[in-house]
């Protein structure tokens, strides 16, 4: 299983960016699949998660701002950002489960992709 995220970049205070994550080796509409991110010095935490059914979960910092949905004949995830803030500045990642899960725990997460950098200037 691989997964390739990418789209970050560094956008102004109040932009947006769409993130893709290609999936590859499984059919994505059989995971749950999430987004995390990991700011430096701080530890990677959840972001957003859309299990198998389609249904969605967002940690309440991004509610309203963030959008995560898939494509399943392009085995793709996105999450699209809109008014993005400095504090949203990570490397996002994004991660694969078999378990059809609303959770957004680290550890339960199988596959991981590389991370990709979003930098968000004040």
């Known amino acids: 299983v691989q997964l390739q995220a990418s789209g970050g970049g560094l956008v102004q205070a109040g932009g947006s960016l769409t993130l893709s994550c290609a999936v590859s080796?499984?059919?994505?509409?059989?995971?749950?699949i999430g987004w995390f991110r990991q700011a430096p010095g701080k530890e990677r935490e959840g972001v957003s998660c859309i299990n198998r059914g389609g249904n969605t979960y967002s940690v309440d910092s991004v509610k309203g701002r963030f959008t995560i949905s898939r494509d399943d004949a392009k085995n793709t995830v996105y999450l699209r950002m809109i008014g993005l803030k400095p504090e949203d500045t990570a490397v996002y990642y994004c991660a694969v489960t078999s378990r059809n899960t609303a959770t957004m725990s680290t550890s339960l997460y199988d596959y991981w992709g590389q991370g990709t950098q979003v930098t968000v200037s004040s």
């Open positions: 080796g499984i059919t994505s509409s059989y995971m749950t």
